[in-house]
């Protein structure tokens, strides 16, 4: 009896404190489990290492390999150099490897360059960054047009072969926004109304006729047979043509809108 007592005193129940915490660890330890494997089906969840590695997986989805990805237009990084696509051709021969053909401009210098690439290689997209400033000056030896960060007091200079026409019609200080890759400037985008005075206008004979103008920038188009000299018209940014006359109540508006789109 003494024996059986010891062993009964020895059983005694634990205290509830400890049986609570004893619980918990359990349920601790089935939530880990469960973690582990996503769904019970054994597929392993995603650990939080794992979803800091997403952005390289996203940036991957910005190669393009050669040639099903390749297309005109598109802006690739080749041999560190940020190029356009002008036009492409794919070839196979025989049973050989396929190539591509590529007529290739240079974001930066502007400069025009034939390359071939190998089937299955894989460039990167060029990535840019945005600012807003305002043009200052064409640098004549640099054959460079000179642009003006509004925050920074920065000046960037942009080549005139990147520009092409465009170049022809920047004022200073025009409003614009440019597209930047590392340091240099590759495009650049003129946010507000493109307006132009007229410097000059041709006698016309038959009024239904357009006339031929010079403009304030001296390049000649033609016009409307109304148009006289000191008239402001509206020059569209695509093909750079004359839109319309402007009357002075629409250029106070567009010269508001230019200073709202500074100020967002």
Known sequence: MAASKSVLQRRRPRPQGLVLAALAAAAASAAF????????????????????????????????????????????????????????????????????????????????????????????????????GTFSYFDEQTNSYVLMDTETFETFPIAADILGELGEWLTEGMYMEFE???????????????ILDVAEVAQVKDNKK??????????TRSGPPYLQVGDKVLIDKGDFRIIKRLSAEEVAASARAEEDLKAR
Request: charge should be positive; glycine fraction near 12%; charged fraction near 20%.
């Open 33 to 132: 489990c469960c973690s582990c494997f996503a769904g019970g089906h054994g597929v392993p969840a995603l650990r939080p290492a794992a979803a800091g590695r997403l952005p390289l997986i996203a940036r991957q989805g910005n190669m393009i390999q050669i040639p099903g990805d390749i297309k005109n237009g598109q802006r690739l990084i080749i041999e560190g150099i940020p190029v356009s696509v002008m036009e492409f051709m794919s070839k196979k021969q025989g049973k050989g490897v396929a190539f591509t053909k590529a007529k290739l401009r240079n974001l930066v210098s502007g400069a025009i360059v034939e390359k071939t690439l190998s089937s299955g290689s894989k460039f990167e997209e060029v990535e840019t960054s945005t600012k807003r």
């Open 180 to 194: 930047q890759w590392e340091t240099k400037i590759i495009g650049v985008k003129v946010k507000g109304d493109l």
């Open 210 to 219: 357009d006339c031929t103008c010079v403009l304030s920038n001296g390049i």
